[in-house]
């Protein structure tokens, strides 16, 4: 590493010092203690954040019980796993839950810190874990919900998504390599046309390109000729990130990678960034703020120098050239006979009682297989067609629909000021909610992507959506109330882009007729005429 890394803690701030004083990861092995000592006698850096590097995250608004996150590569679960997650969750409780997070990812709420070595062991007899799953590392990597179902993918990223865990990780196990990143660290590896993963909005997206390569050959009577031939591989995009002080959307690398090329340009990639990337101002330590000051060529550089080779210039464009699919409903695999069947979960939360009947599900009419998607949602796959009938009559999917409603289909929600000490708002009772009386005045044709998130950091992407809610306190009657500021424009699939925010400031008490107007008046809603009597 450079001196960025080492500089005295004199100069360092107060997240870089207690970094320097002690590796995350070195709380593995207090554990034990931990559990034995109490949330309340443990030392406050190690509970509110050192416990963030094996995944365990103190909440002020929930003391005593907190909220853990897994690391579920390209969101597949086993029956097995989803029923130790649910077996998790059962003890603790009525208001224990699980989220589906917007990176394919589950969170547990209602944790007790003494029961986390019993729970840790769980986790890695069926191969789960959850290093390094928060604070300065890279965080859950998205790939295809769809990856080796889809006829129409160009390429199973499954493996990839898994190898590049396995180097991040050490294999789940903890890796100090990449445990002292400036910030977070978002990756994303995508083989299908839609941009399942919304590569724009990642610190370093792989995208489907073909590159043209010619080839010289010789041949008998005809003289020296050329061939092209297509070889698959992925452009490159950095720096795509949310925050509080800024949005920005990922930039080409104009660079070209093989398959087999992206575990060691991920590692070349972020180990730039763990030497170079900005440490002193944290609202500046994301990969974007390094490229800013070295500029695009110079970081190229860079990274080629770390990976000890040049890189190939971009494909001149990429395959992202469908719009984006939602994975709701009955479709055919690419394995004749099987189908894979999308669950619409509200807003994304789960009980321990439905983690078990997707479980049960996911082993009686399928291969035992799970899959979480970036709109919060569960796919069953392999589903022989001599079995759907009957899974469709399956009490679950009297919850977890298969047909919701246009503007429930597309609901996102981050977690809000329920469980979430960072939110500024509740988001999803209250989603959930105006949805329902939307719902029930309005006629749509299409569904609309409303996404809810409860501050500023962003965790429901309100700048990716049709219409975006950003949780923010505002002033009415001399009072400080709940509030939103608004948000349009952001398209995902291809084209994709980000929204901005079009309208301030306004209370959540007065935020129904504002949507029903914008839904009218962008969306073609028309108001339902009351019921005859």
Same mark, same amino acid.
């Given at each position: ?9 004199? +100069? ?11 590796? #995350? ?12 000592? #109490? ?6 850096? &190690? ?5 963030? /590097? ?39 409780? &009525? ?16 944790? %007790? ?8 062991? %769980? ?10 799953? #928060? ?17 129409? *993918? ?88 949310? +925050? ?26 972020? *180990?730039? @960034? ?14 974007? /703020? ?31 050239? /469908? ?13 004749? #006979? ?26 009686? @009419? ?38 919701? *409603?246009?503007?429930?289909? +597309? ?40 996404? /809810? ?73 028309? !108001?339902?005429?009351?019921?005859? !009597?």
């Amino acid at each position: 590493m450079t001196d960025k890394t080492t500089t005295t803690t004199a +100069s360092l701030n107060k997240f870089e010092k207690f970094k320097a004083e002690k590796d #995350g990861l070195a709380i593995k092995a207090e554990i034990e203690n931990f559990a034995n000592l #109490g949330w309340e006698n443990m030392d406050e850096i &190690d509970r509110d954040h050192r416990l963030k /590097w094996m995944g365990v995250f103190f909440r002020p608004v929930t003391p005593g019980k907190f909220m853990m996150r897994m690391r579920i590569p390209n969101g597949i679960l086993t029956s097995n796993q989803m029923r130790v997650l649910a077996e998790v969750l059962e003890r603790y409780g &009525d208001d224990s839950n699980a989220d589906i997070t917007t990176r394919q990812n589950l969170q547990l709420r209602g944790i %007790r810190i003494e029961d986390l070595p019993d729970i840790f062991n %769980r986790f890695h007899a069926v191969g789960l874990t959850t290093v390094q799953s #928060g604070m300065d590392n890279v965080r859950n990597i998205t790939g295809d919900p769809l990856a080796g179902l889809d006829a129409d *993918e160009l390429f199973d990223t499954t493996q990839l998504v898994q190898q590049v865990q396995d180097m991040v990780t050490n294999q789940g196990e903890g890796n100090c390599e990449f445990s002292n990143l400036p910030r977070k660290f978002n990756i994303a590896i995508t083989g299908g046309r839609d941009n399942s993963v919304h590569a724009e909005i990642n610190d370093l997206a792989f995208v489907p390109a073909f590159r043209e390569q010619g080839e010289k050959r010789s041949e008998e009577n005809h003289g020296e000729q050329q061939t092209l031939q297509r070889n698959f591989g992925f452009n490159v995009l950095v720096g795509g990130f949310f +925050s509080a002080k800024r949005c920005e959307a990922a930039i080409p690398l104009n660079a070209w990678v093989p398959p087999e090329d992206v575990v060691a340009l991920c590692r070349a990639i972020l *180990e730039v @960034y763990r030497d170079h990337g900005l440490r002193a101002n944290r609202q500046k330590a994301r990969l974007m /703020w390094l490229i800013d000051e070295w500029g695009l060529e110079k970081f190229r550089q860079e990274v080629e120098k770390q990976l000890g080779k040049s890189l190939m210039s971009a494909a001149a464009h990429d395959e992202i050239n /469908w719009d984006k699919r939602d994975c709701i409903g009955v479709h055919k695999q690419k394995q004749p #006979g099987l189908n894979y069947v999308g669950l619409h979960v509200p807003v994304g939360r789960l009980y321990a009682e439905d983690m078990f009947e997707i479980a049960r599900l996911a082993e009686v @009419y399928g291969s035992g297989e799970i899959r979480l998607t970036l709109e919060q949602n569960v796919i069953i796959p392999h589903i022989p067609n001599s079995r759907l009938a009957i899974f469709l009559t399956e009490p679950l999917l009297n919850r977890l629909t298969i047909n919701p *409603e246009p503007l429930t289909r +597309s609901l996102v929600s981050c977690t809000g000021a329920q469980f979430c000490n960072f939110a500024l708002i509740e988001t999803k009772n209250r989603a959930l909610a105006m949805i329902k009386v939307l719902e029930a005045e309005l006629k749509l044709t299409r569904p609309v992507r409303i996404h /809810w998130t409860g501050c500023p950091n962003s965790c429901g992407q309100p700048q990716v959506a049709d219409i975006g809610l950003m949780g923010t306190k505002v002033r009415k009657n001399g009072k400080a109330v709940d509030g939103v500021d608004i948000y349009m424009g952001g398209k995902v699939g291809k084209d994709a882009q980000l929204g901005t925010c079009v309208i301030k400031s306004v209370p959540c008490e007065d935020l129904l007729p504002v949507l029903r107007s914008l839904l009218i008046e962008h969306f073609g809603a028309q !108001v339902e005429e009351p019921a005859m !009597v």
